[in-house]
């Protein structure tokens, strides 16, 4: 289900991050260490690297841009831009407010998304993938796999995973497997990407929302 990605308040500013840490594989809050490090501007040996702290700008972009103010403006625009720096070295370029909570990234390199689109929570983008072509909407669960491209207007549902390469150019249902140049719906009942991999998985979405609750 797709939701209002902004984020307004402090503590939805420290879940968002939280999230996105938890399903990466990292703890919840950021060390000591790797703050002192981000203080240096050394991104590349904090815990998770350059694309954790791209995940972590974007959400303090988000969340500046929604404040009042002369000195919110002013932070705003710093963020902004070590966050559009960041993008630049690892390839990304990715809307501030296109992602609920959890955005995957596991590696870097060239990931574009049309700044139009609209996505729910708990989203995977693996390297060389393109989401362009006009106004999109999805749910939760998107699973785009390396090489995979979503061109054209359309709306998506939960729990779409588009296979390694493929070229999508219409809408989809929820819950299906997508594959093929152009991409045709190989199955359905389509699990959750979290749902597929693993336990581990499993285990951290259950962390995020007990996490969500508690800022509710």
Excluded at 123 to 141: M, P, Q, W
Aim: net charge positive.
């Amino acid at each position: 289900m797709t939701t209002n990605n902004y984020i307004s308040s402090k503590s939805e500013l420290q879940f968002f991050i939280a999230a996105d840490r938890i399903m990466n594989g990292l703890p919840a809050r950021i060390s000591i260490r790797d703050r002192v490090f981000l203080l240096f501007g050394l991104s590349s040996l904090i815990e998770g690297g350059k694309t954790k702290e791209y995940l972590r700008l974007m959400r303090y972009s988000n969340y500046y841009s929604n404040q009042k103010g002369i000195v919110n403006r002013i932070i705003s625009k710093i963020v902004d831009f070590k966050y559009y720096k960041l993008g630049l070295e690892l390839g990304f370029s990715i809307s501030p407010k296109s992602f609920g909570y959890v955005l995957v990234i596991p590696h870097y390199g060239t990931i574009v998304i049309n700044g139009d689109c609209i996505f729910g929570n708990y989203c995977v983008l693996h390297t060389s993938t393109c989401i362009a072509g006009g106004e999109k909407t999805f749910g939760d669960g998107l699973y785009l796999s390396a090489g995979a491209k979503i061109t054209g207007k359309g709306e998506y549902g939960d729990a779409i995973s588009i296979a390694a390469n493929s070229v999508v150019k219409c809408s989809a249902p929820s819950h299906c497997l997508l594959a093929g140049m152009p991409a045709e719906i190989k199955k359905t009942d389509y699990p959750f990407w979290y749902e597929r991999d693993g336990e581990r998985f499993q285990h951290r979405v259950l962390k995020v929302e007990e996490l969500k609750k508690k800022i509710h």
